[in-house]
């Protein structure tokens, strides 16, 4: 895999003004839907723990963007802007929040467990690290078929010491398989820093210790994520196997919507703020002459649809309850009947 | 008494064990931050790090450290985090913590006790509200606990972490804020003993964990309607307490037994087939189960609800069973 450095700072007047005001678009998408349900708990409409990736919004866009529809995605319990990036549809997202009918997965599953088949997204997961073995059968399948689909599992910094990480990357070189391991690293696992419970030199090492070719960027910086991940993926499929992307980035909330994370520093907050993944790339496409009114629209046409979104998820109706009985499996009844 | 809540009381249980012996450790993620409901929360003050274990996300770890930990002299306290999460440690507790003293000849023991807050909480989901205790008491070795009241989160922590096998503790979640009175000074629960909640001469009503309070309630409406239910709260699923059932139902020949697990191969088919067994002759009425559907645990709070195992439920089996008491 040949290396391409891209910054963007270093872009300059270079920067691909077209491909990356829609890259702004995607990111204020997810930051107005992550905002909306946040501000949604205020009216309780939000049920469960939901985990927002605010800040982290450069990793779903430049990652996505480079994925064919047809592509497969799994990701976390932190999984709505790689959800919305790989083209969900917003308002049965929002739904799927709210637990209403027309939700993503009919209400049934919540924030941590949204899926979107149709748009080749496997699903969120609830248990860290559970997505890397199953990413990695995934993209077995499509070779055992023949397929040139790939197949990209995005997971926290937290998931790389569970065993399930050095099983699926170690299973995904040995088969020699098409997935894009991605370490998106926001430093915290829930309310303890990764770094204190991480031995040696991080993701990258370990990826690279099984073989993986590994890079470590900005995850803050979309053109550097976007062009990482552009190499990354004509890697697989050049055929050279699968490959691994350490996506440094920070959580600007709480582990959960409720956390206040009382126990980060505020001055590393401070610091983050201002690396802050859509100011940087306003401010970039500014210097590469977009125009302050694009540049805004961005944000207010995101923050409309959101808000449009947000109303409308909020006045469906429940799910009908038989969907609790539907899907559970072919056979057998899941009530104990008295004999008659 | 003092009145403490049943995340208090677990609080108390783990700062008493590790006061009166040193070799009681506590290990899990997050728990330096009080862990993620802040049953721990001030402990490490206490005790300082090195008892008060922060782990990384590695729960196979987690608990077959704890394994090794507990087999060479100190007794470990695991915190699972949410009881859905063990199952990713559960060859460690399965194969390795529950068959070593077994396998190994008696030649030592695994004192460890592992916490795992279980149950439906507020739209949790299929993945951080499930039941699974009947799944540890068909497992030879292990005891297993499921405390319904903070002065029983209390007394039988502390005898579980003084247990010398490993224990598999339940905590429901929606109690962690439950008030209730507990005995001033030292408090132990002896392990395997039921509680007779309330008595009645209709009806028992054997329960664990939240679903006692249902049954209580239950039981209250009941005796309004002429229907007399002895309430029968566990506590301990293995081992059981047979000898309290079997003597109630002898005495009232009508027997529900309600949880919130999935009824199918609950707990409860258990203490039904042992009561068949024993009690055929004097049963009044066929012995009844109450548990969740199979079907698993849905987002959506009108879904969600229909697992539940609701007083509604209770009542109205109760008084199925019991038509001609109410009659006469
Ligand atoms: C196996 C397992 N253990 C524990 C948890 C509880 N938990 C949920 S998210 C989380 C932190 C995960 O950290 P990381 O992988 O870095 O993802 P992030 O939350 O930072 O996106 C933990 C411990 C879980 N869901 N699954
Ligand atoms: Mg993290």
Request: proline letters at 5%.
């Amino acid at each position: 895999m040949t290396i391409i450095q891209a910054t963007l700072e270093g872009a300059g007047a270079n920067l691909d003004t077209g491909r990356f005001t829609a890259m702004l678009d995607t990111m204020w998408r997810i930051r107005a839907f992550e905002e909306l349900a946040v501000r949604s708990l205020d009216e309780k409409l939000v049920l469960g723990a939901i985990h927002p990736s605010i800040g982290q919004e450069a990793c779903a866009a430049g990652i996505c963007c480079n994925m064919e529809r047809e592509d497969l995605l799994l990701s976390t319990h932190r999984g709505h802007g790689h959800t919305l990036a790989k083209g969900a549809d917003a308002l049965a997202m929002m739904r799927e929040l709210f637990g209403r009918d027309g939700g993503t997965c009919g209400g049934k599953g919540g924030s941590m467990h949204i899926a979107d088949f149709d748009v080749g997204m496997l699903g969120a997961n609830g248990v860290v690290a559970a997505n890397i073995t199953i990413a990695a059968g995934a993209a077995h399948a499509l070779k055992l078929r023949g397929e040139k689909r790939v197949v990209v599992c995005i997971f926290g910094d937290g998931a790389i010491n569970r065993g399930p990480f050095l099983e699926g990357l170690n299973w995904a070189k040995v088969f020699d398989l098409p997935v894009l391991f991605v370490c998106e690293d926001n430093n915290f696992s829930a309310t303890t820093h990764t770094a204190a419970m991480t031995a040696g030199p991080g993701a990258a090492a370990r990826a690279q210790s099984l073989g993986l070719p590994a890079q470590t960027i900005d995850g803050n910086d979309v053109v550097a994520v976007d062009a990482a991940t552009r190499n990354a993926l004509a890697a697989l499929h050049a055929g050279e196997g699968p490959q691994f992307l350490h996506c440094k980035t920070y959580r600007m909330t709480g582990h959960t919507a409720v956390d206040a994370a009382a126990y980060r520093d505020p001055a590393e907050v401070t610091r983050w703020r201002e690396r802050d993944p859509i100011t940087r790339l306003g401010e970039a496409l500014r210097l590469a002459g977009v125009s302050e009114a694009r540049l805004e629209e961005a944000r207010t046409k995101a923050y409309a649809e959101m808000e449009e979104v947000y109303a409308t998820a909020r006045d469906t109706a429940w799910p009908d309850v038989a969907g609790a009985y539907r899907d559970v499996q072919d056979c057998g009844d899941p009530q104990v009947r008295p004999y008659s | 008494m003092s009145v403490i809540s049943y995340l208090e009381a677990g609080k108390r249980a783990v700062r008493e064990e590790m006061q009166r012996d040193p070799t009681v450790w506590a290990l899990g993620e997050d728990l330096g931050r009080g862990g993620v409901f802040g049953q721990y929360k001030g402990l490490i003050d206490e005790f300082g790090p090195e008892r008060i274990a922060d782990t990384p996300i590695s729960e196979a770890c987690i608990m077959g450290a704890a394994v090794g930990a507990a087999m060479t002299g100190t007794r470990p306290i695991v915190e699972m985090r949410f009881s859905d999460f063990a199952l990713c440690a559960i060859d460690e507790l399965v194969n390795q913590a529950a068959k070593a003293r077994f396998m190994f000849g008696g030649q030592m023991r695994v004192p460890m006790v592992v916490r795992e807050p279980t149950g439906m909480w507020r739209s949790s989901a299929a993945q951080h509200s499930q039941s699974l205790e009947s799944w540890y008491t068909h497992i030879p070795g292990l005891v297993v606990v499921a405390p319904a009241t903070p002065a029983d989160n209390l007394g039988l922590l502390k005898s579980a972490i003084r247990n010398d096998d490993p224990v598999v503790y339940l905590e429901h979640k929606n109690l962690w804020p439950l008030e209730g009175e507990v005995p001033e000074g030292e408090h132990l629960v002896p392990l395997g003993e039921a509680q007779i909640v309330r008595t009645g001469r209709d009806l028992t009503l054997v329960t664990w964990s939240a679903t006692r309070h249902s049954c209580v309630a239950a039981a209250d409406a009941l005796e309004k309607q002429g229907i007399e239910a002895e309430v029968i709260d566990l506590r301990t699923l293995w081992p059981w307490d047979r000898d309290r059932v079997l003597a109630s139902v002898e005495k009232t020949g009508r027997l529900i037994v309600a949880h919130e697990a999935v009824a199918v191969s609950g707990f409860g088919a258990e203490i039904a087939a042992t009561v068949a067994e024993a009690l055929h002759h004097r049963l009044k009425a066929p012995v009844q189960r109450l548990g969740a559907p199979r079907i698993p645990i849905a987002y959506a709070p009108p879904l969600e609800d229909e697992a539940r195992v609701t007083e509604k439920k209770i009542i109205d089996a109760a008084k199925a069973l019991c038509l001609p008491v109410a009659a006469s």
